[in-house]
């Protein structure tokens, strides 16, 4: 059986609950994921009235990320929605439900039409695009209400499939402040997912990814220069795997 992954956390540590979306957003082909219905019910019991909802997610159901928008929308505490690296499709759409929007500099929106996997026969294909019509209706609706752009302005954004940086969301009224201070995190998810992300977003996030290579190898008794001349290895798969072993040798080492 396979363990649903865990997509959002909370710390509810001081006067501020920090609720964080750090992944796919509801239960993807896998069943990793946590339907929406779970991250309600949490927020639900959040005892304090300010809420710092952190998002940094490819996005996922739409569905769900609707679900969630309406609750946020309707709970009577006071919630800030922050990105953190990246909101994109239905991340986005949670982003839209905060009084107040905050994306530091560095940090993406990315909005676009709902699309799915889908087998069937002529006339139920027919019927679900029609429903994804509706829904990408709903998905403009939202981003218009919220925005300083008519319905279709929206959708020709959403049919271009629109990455959005800090500053332009804050023209155009997705963000209500822009973070001077405050820097993006890395990605938790598979950049692959998101096979658009502008090559600036990218290598920014490699230059993170690098950083907390480092970090992990200096923590585990590499020297600066030897943390440094892995880190800067090639980033595949195989070459990641030999550092985490380095990284558990040294950690026994030091024990």
């Known amino acids: 059986m396979i363990r649903p992954r865990k997509w959002f956390d909370l710390?509810?540590?001081?006067?501020?609950?920090e609720l964080y979306i750090y992944d796919v957003i509801g239960p993807d082909f896998w069943e990793n994921g946590i339907r929406a219905i779970d991250f309600i019910n949490q927020l639900k019991a959040v005892k304090q009235d300010e809420i710092h909802i952190h998002i940094n997610s490819p996005g996922g159901s739409a569905f769900d990320g609707i679900a969630i928008f309406h609750a946020i929308q309707e709970s009577k505490k006071n919630i800030t929605t922050i990105v953190d690296g990246i909101a994109a499709s239905?991340?986005?759409?949670?982003f839209m439900a905060g009084k107040e929007r905050r994306m530091p500099s560095g940090s993406m929106l990315m909005i676009h039409k709902a699309w799915t996997f889908l087998a069937g026969n002529e006339f139920e294909l027919i019927k679900f695009a029609e429903r994804l019509k509706i829904?990408?209706?709903?998905?403009?609706n939202i981003y218009s209400a919220t925005s300083k752009y008519d319905l279709a302005k929206i959708s020709k954004m959403m049919e271009e499939e629109t990455y959005i940086d800090?500053?332009?969301?804050?023209?155009?009224?997705?963000?209500?402040a822009v973070i001077e201070s405050a820097k993006i995190a890395a990605l938790k998810f598979d950049r692959n997912?998101?096979?658009?992300?502008?090559?600036?977003?990218?290598k920014m996030q490699s230059a993170l990814n690098k950083r907390?290579?480092?970090?992990a190898l200096r923590d585990a008794g590499w020297s600066i220069s030897e943390a440094k001349k892995l880190a800067a290895g090639p980033r595949?798969?195989?070459?990641?795997?030999?550092?985490?072993?380095?990284?558990a040798r040294n950690i026994e080492i030091l024990k």
């Open 11 to 17: 710390n509810e540590s001081g006067n501020t609950a």
């Open 90 to 94: 239905a991340a986005s759409i949670i």
């Open 135 to 140: 829904l990408d209706e709903q998905l403009a």
């Open 166 to 176: 800090s500053n332009e969301a804050s023209e155009m009224g997705f963000a209500t």
């Open 193 to 202: 997912l998101l096979p658009g992300l502008p090559d600036s977003f990218n």
């Open 212 to 215: 907390d290579i480092e970090a």
């Open 236 to 247: 595949d798969a195989e070459n990641d795997s030999e550092i985490l072993k380095a990284i």
